[in-house]
């Protein structure tokens, strides 16, 4: 069952980040960003690429010193996704790794120190078209913002973004995005929806420092839920204490929830009980560990009984329901063969597997006779 999205996304300005364009009305892109040692080129370029693979669109990179900005230029020649460089405080750096090829510069201009080095990032990004990131992290707000406010809110975030907005306009620079990010969820939507209404820059997503894999996913899902559902965001990173490669798999997951994007399978299970005809959670377990590597948008329903096994199996693409003595496997909506337990979850393997091969040599033939 192919459903629209019943969101309306809030109109923004395009910009681009490498070859991936963000707002508008291009897909919201999900990104990560590496927490190797940058210096270690090896290190953090299989980051990177474990990132590709998981799907992310684009790459942030922390680059703190001249000794990591060659580093990075290094890593920038080894890497085919965009690459975002986080930069702080030294102006040299931003203008170093601008010349090394970086797609998008993080940085906030208040904290670059005087007008002529704020002006000379702001014409490298110009000369190379290379957009900029405004961050704002509720954690590093101006010294006068936390004695004006007491502390962080929802206002001293968006009167610090806008005040670093504010130096960019003087300069006629407008390919930017912004992101305002706190670790508490309602001051982290009440910013994003402030600000919203007051700019047409695209708007960076994200619960800042939300936690562990856990509690950050929790946390993640309902911020940036509340905001999407809003529509509001064209980017987002799931922030959290693990692995990067799981924050493109809860973003992913997301955006499948709210049908604003598809990326790799969306499996319906049933949480078991009694009735279940083979081990539902085993199951499960076994055919997310093994699929990790399909990104083929895909709807596959996992039930364990007939009660509710048959009609969800009918609105997706491939599905099961537990029978006895055989569990009965549905494609595209249709009783197609029955299973037995022995070999269940390799029977399930191979049938997904043949399904995305089929999706994937219809996409070619698309693609072939689209560009003859």
């Given at each position: ?39 270690d080129v090896d290190a953090t370029v299989a980051q990177i ?78 000369d190379r078209g290379i957009p900029m990131r405004i961050g ?63 700019i047409e820059q695209p708007l960076h997503l994200g619960i ?165």
């Open positions: 069952m192919k459903l629209e999205s019943p969101i309306k996304r809030r109109k923004s300005r395009q910009i681009h980040v490498g070859n991936v364009p963000v707002g508008g009305d291009a897909p919201i892109a999900v990104q990560s960003m590496t927490n190797t040692e940058t210096c690429e474990a990132l590709q693979q998981a799907g992310a669109d684009i790459v942030r990179v922390s680059v703190p010193s001249m000794d990591a900005a060659e580093a990075f230029g290094k890593i920038r020649a080894r890497v085919s996704l965009p690459l975002v460089a986080d930069i702080h405080f030294d102006h040299k750096i931003a203008l170093r790794v601008a010349e090394l090829g970086v797609d998008c510069l993080r940085i906030n201009p208040g904290n670059i120190g005087r007008e002529d080095r704020v002006s000379a990032v702001i014409q490298a990004a110009r704002v992290n509720a954690g590093s707000l101006e010294k006068s913002l936390q004695r004006k406010y007491g502390e962080p809110t929802a206002d001293a975030l968006v009167e610090s973004a806008m005040r670093h907005i504010d130096i960019l306009d003087r300069y006629d620079f407008q390919d930017f995005k912004v992101s305002l990010k706190a670790s508490e969820v309602f001051m982290t939507v009440d910013a994003y929806r402030k600000i919203a209404s007051q800042t420092e939300a936690g562990g894999f856990r509690s950050g996913t929790v946390k993640s899902s309902i911020g940036l839920g509340m905001l999407l559902m809003d529509g509001i965001g064209d980017t987002i990173r799931v922030s959290l204490a693990a692995d990067p490669v799981q924050e493109i798999k809860v973003g992913f997951d997301i955006l499948k929830s709210l049908r604003l994007r598809s990326h790799g399978i969306n499996f319906v299970a049933c949480p078991s009980c009694s009735r279940q005809n083979f081990d539902v959670i085993q199951t499960m377990n076994d055919l997310e560990a093994r699929l990790e590597d399909v990104n083929v948008p895909l709807d596959v329903a996992i039930i364990g009984c007939i009660v509710n096994g048959p009609g969800e199996a009918k609105v997706a693409d491939l599905g099961l329901t537990g029978g006895s003595p055989k569990n009965l496997f549905y494609a595209a909506g249709k009783p197609n063969q029955k299973l037995d337990n022995a070999n269940l979850t390799d029977d399930l393997e191979r049938l997904i597997r043949e399904e995305v091969a089929r999706r994937q040599e219809q996409e070619e033939s698309i693609i072939a006779k689209s560009a003859e």
